[in-house]
């Protein structure tokens, strides 16, 4: 059986005692201590998982500049966003999920301790990369310690290579000119803004240049799909919830978009909950757009 959007924690203890094929990953983060999320992942972790770091596995490198301003990279290491977290190439993604033993015929099981906001990320790269069998741990590791659940500390031993294969993508990458080719068409784009409303409005802006939003977008802060309980909103009320943000518009024209491609997942994922068909993500988000001064800023 695949799971996917989710799976809860029992069903993940089943998963574990039938020894399915299984990679359970813990994908922690701070944005403001980046080094944070280790840190936590060494104190206590779902035994067996691998640590994900947005910086370093879920996100390209920026690379340095030569003295002509050109960065020097391989073709298999371009990053396929902008960003301030540029989504790696689908094949430097799959090198990294072949070193950490991921293979083809596993399901992925993903968590983190912050509402689903980083372990979206990966949640939906391995969806992008053609692997369909990944789920969310529904509460985080929270509501696996809270079920009474052992947890590891340290580091898990090294695991060996595997060859993982790329499938033709299961979800769909909007650029930057994706979105601005089509603005102002609700028919066939609706842009839907992941980040906290003063951040929306411009009213703040602590991270990118500029503040305001992509014009007629739409806002849905990311916490606004857990419960508090820690796990997503029930099907139903999430359906109502996005039924009544789109008012009519065409859920298959959704783009999410937040302040560098991560925290747009968990709204992505909770449509898929809810039982819409998937959605696009620009992945470069706030934090491209803006850094070209000819596009449209929107403020309020």
Not at 68 to 94: D, M, T, Y
Not at 166 to 173: A, D, G, I, V, W
Request: aromatic share 8%; glycine share 10%.
């Amino acid at each position: 059986m695949t799971y996917t959007p989710l799976i809860t924690t029992a069903q993940l203890q089943a998963l574990q005692a039938q020894g399915q094929p299984l990679m359970v990953f813990d994908c922690s983060f701070d944005l403001a201590q980046p080094a944070a999320g280790r840190q936590q992942y060494l104190q206590a972790h779902i035994p067996g998982a691998v640590f994900a770091d947005l910086d370093q596995a879920l996100s390209a490198k920026h690379g340095l500049p030569d003295r002509n301003g050109n960065v020097a990279v391989e073709q298999s290491g371009k990053p396929a966003s902008g960003g301030r977290h540029p989504l790696p190439s689908r094949e430097r993604f799959a090198t990294w999920l072949s070193s950490v033993g991921f293979a083809n015929g596993m399901q992925a099981v993903v968590y983190d301790r912050n509402g689903a906001n980083y372990c979206g990320r990966l949640w939906w790269m391995l969806k992008w990369a053609g692997h369909d069998a990944v789920a969310v741990l529904d509460g985080g590791l929270q509501h696996w310690q809270a079920a009474g659940l052992p947890v590891a500390q340290g580091e898990e031993p090294n695991r060996f290579q595997s060859n993982f294969e790329l499938h033709p993508p299961l979800r769909t990458l909007s650029t930057a000119a994706d979105v601005l080719r089509d603005l102002g068409q609700p028919a066939v784009q609706t842009v839907i803004d992941a980040r906290a409303p003063a951040r929306y409005r411009g009213e703040v802006e602590p991270l990118d240049p500029v503040a305001g939003h992509i014009p007629g977008a739409l806002n849905r802060p990311f916490t606004t799909n857990i419960a508090a309980d820690g796990r997503f909103k029930p099907k139903d009320l999430l359906r109502a919830e996005f039924d009544e943000l789109l008012q009519g518009r065409d859920p298959a024209s959704v783009v999410h978009q937040c302040g560098s491609g991560v925290s747009a997942l968990p709204n992505l994922i909770a449509m898929e909950v809810a039982g819409y068909a998937p959605t696009r993500l620009f992945a470069g988000s706030w934090s491209e757009w803006c850094s070209d001064t000819s596009r449209p800023v929107e403020r309020g």
